[in-house]
């Protein structure tokens, strides 16, 4: 079975914190991809980032940056020096074989 | 530069009403789907398409239908509505590495 846990469902932060937002995936699959999203207070769904199962490399992007770890099912998010606009929730997604399968989410607080 | 366009926005049903969710995509994606986010909750999967003329059922198919007669339009159906069916409706389309998502449809069934 296929599934996405983010165990963390609500974290605050001072702005100018680093925050780290966990990931845990299974799958028996090898082939796969691993998404983050971001879902501000106006509901969308923004694409940050996309990795697939056969590369681990981590990446960063300005304050972003992904640590996928095959070893331990993880691809963890952080982001350096938080700001007020980080403010959302974030979701980890699966996708394998047709089907992208969703973590319940982290909502993310910055406060000024 | 459309991308996934979703209609309406916003809707307001009574209960034992129907309607459909429109979900067009431009990009000439085989790959389609429908989800439903729940407050504080992830989205769970209603059902997909891989082509044209071709659908399945996801994890929570039950009150719904859908129809792919088209590359480019991929509908929602809601049959006699129910006040479980409040929520906010995705569609998305993907390529192999990523999906693109509609900007939703908030709908409350009174």
């Known amino acids: 079975a296929q599934k996405v846990t983010q165990a963390q469902t609500e974290i605050s932060v001072v702005e100018k914190e680093d925050v780290t937002l966990d990931c845990v995936y299974e799958t028996r699959d090898t082939t796969y991809y691993l998404f983050w999203y971001k879902q501000p207070p106006s509901g969308e769904l923004v694409f940050l980032i996309r990795?697939?199962?056969?590369?681990?490399q981590n990446e960063i992007s300005g304050r972003y940056s992904w640590n996928f770890q095959k070893s331990t099912s993880s691809f963890n998010f952080t982001i350096t020096a938080s700001q007020v606009v980080d403010s959302a929730v974030y979701f980890c997604a699966l996708l394998t074989g047709n089907q992208f399968y969703f973590g319940t989410g982290t909502s993310l607080t910055v406060i000024p | 530069n459309a991308g996934v366009t979703q209609t309406p926005k916003f809707r307001i049903l009574k209960i034992g009403q129907s309607m459909t969710l429109q979900c067009t995509q431009d990009m000439n994606h085989n790959y389609m789907y429908w989800y439903r986010q729940d407050p504080g909750m992830g989205l769970k999967l209603i059902y997909y398409s891989v082509g044209a003329g071709i659908t399945d059922k996801g994890e929570v198919p039950n009150g719904y239908n859908v129809s792919r007669s088209t590359t480019e339009d991929f509908p929602l159906r809601l049959e006699l509505a129910a006040p479980s069916q409040t929520s906010v409706y995705f569609c998305?389309?993907?390529?192999?590495?990523?999906?693109?998502f509609g900007q939703g449809t908030r709908l409350t069934v009174v």
């Open positions: 998305a389309s993907r390529t192999p590495e990523r999906a693109f």
């Open positions: 990795r697939n199962s056969f590369d681990e």
